[in-house]
């Protein structure tokens, strides 16, 4: 339950990524283990203009990929 307006940019921030990979049409019990892992690492590996656009893999890890070496040069 959504309680405070300013909480529906992120819910929708969240919800707008995973709409790209499963659609609102489609049906939950018939997404593989494989596609959920495919998406799992696609969301996981895209970078965000915040914060200067590092990926959620480089935050959590505090690793660099090759996308943020890339952006830096």
Do not use: C
Not at 5 to 32: A, F, M
Not at 40 to 54: A, D, E, I
């Amino acid at each position: 339950m959504q309680r405070s307006p300013w909480e529906r940019g992120l819910n929708e921030n969240i919800n707008g990524p995973v709409q790209q990979y499963l659609t609102k049409s489609r049906r939950l019990d018939n997404v593989t283990q494989k596609e959920l892992k495919h998406i799992m690492h696609q969301l996981n590996h895209r970078p965000g203009k915040l914060p200067g656009f590092k990926t959620p893999y480089e935050l959590f890890f505090n690793k660099k990929t090759l996308l943020t070496v890339a952006l830096e040069t």
